[in-house]
């Protein structure tokens, strides 16, 4: 079985110049896309991106119509210029809604899986956030453990934590969180509003050592998600995180949330990231977008992931050694010292958090992306809570 017979084709979108026709540096110019015949690559033709529409709503709760959502993104993403840089990217088409969800999940799962093989990054749009769980088990056969970042304004939980839970938007947390086997190192969710997340969720994510982040702990300072987006391998973006009056599109939108050039700057870390190999923007819906305020900005979300993609500086530690600058803070009443590292090439921080006695010589510890705060912390005579949390990861 081959990709191509996931997909079914698309019509290219209207160019918004005079002519109809699309300038050489936009997108819809220099994309790939399966119009007529599925693109194909070899190694000397190999995109690096590659857009993965799905039509599949059938577990968005309270959001029907979000299967529309591809289309109309590519609407205005074609039309968008691209930067100082050469873009081999593919558009694949649309997965079509399967005769049971469980189809639709089974689809994306294998595209996923085929593509992050290749070290192709794939670019999921439309649909539920239940679709992070396919998402998710692409990555079930590469024996990898891996993190997941979601940025929500929630937690998609079922309180209960019932493995009998249904899966649907908002319960699909649980089903990757019970998944077996288990590959997943860490959960962080970016941007919720406290308001709408019980306590019982979040005792939960610390019993667990997961991340959080609040909205409030962001707003202003949005370079305190950097580290947490930069360690995560899937990214899952809920377009629910953004305020209603930036994007309507979303039947379950709320007043506060991100605004958008917040919400672009976040893409723009995951894009960044070398880690990153998939990225989903889910929960769009057309069907409240009259003006396509919502359309036009995650077309530009997905601009700044591929604009941060392009401008990767693959500096992920430590080859080699002469790149990059360490640090050692040693702890009081502790027998050890913290050891960070700092990227020459882009001033970025990770600290490193040792395996006691469960790794060989060649795996003595884990880096785990930072803050400076984090060193300075660490500088001051205090253990970052970071350090400790991955450290109980580890055990």
Known sequence: MSLSDFFAPIAIPQAHSSNGEFYNSQFGQVIRAFVSEFPSWGKDNKPNLAIVGVEEDRAAVGNKGSAKAPDA???????LYQGDYAVHIVDLGNIKAGKQVSD?????KLVVEELVKE???????GGGQDL?????RGYENLEQRVELAVIDSRFDLDQDNDEGTALDSQTYLNKIILHEPDYLFNLSNVAYQTYLVSKESINMYDKLFFTTQRIGAITGRLDQAEPVIRAADIVSFDMGAIRASEAPGNANAQPNGLYGDEACQLARYAGMSDKCSSIGFYEFNPTFDPMEHTAMLLSQM?????DGYYNR?????LYPKSAYIIYRAPLENEDHELVFVKSK???RWWMQVPYFGTKSVNERYYMVPCRYEDYQLAVSGEMPDLWWRTHQKLQ
Do not use: E
């Open 73 to 79: 993104v590519r609407k205005h993403f074609y039309n």
């Open 104 to 108: 639709t999940y089974a689809a994306l």
């Open 119 to 125: 070290d192709i990054v794939p670019i999921i749009i």
């Open 132 to 136: 992070t769980y396919a998402q998710y």
């Open 302 to 306: 997905v601009w700044c992931f591929v």
């Open 313 to 317: 500086k693959h500096d992920a530690p």
């Open 345 to 347: 090439k882009s001033d």
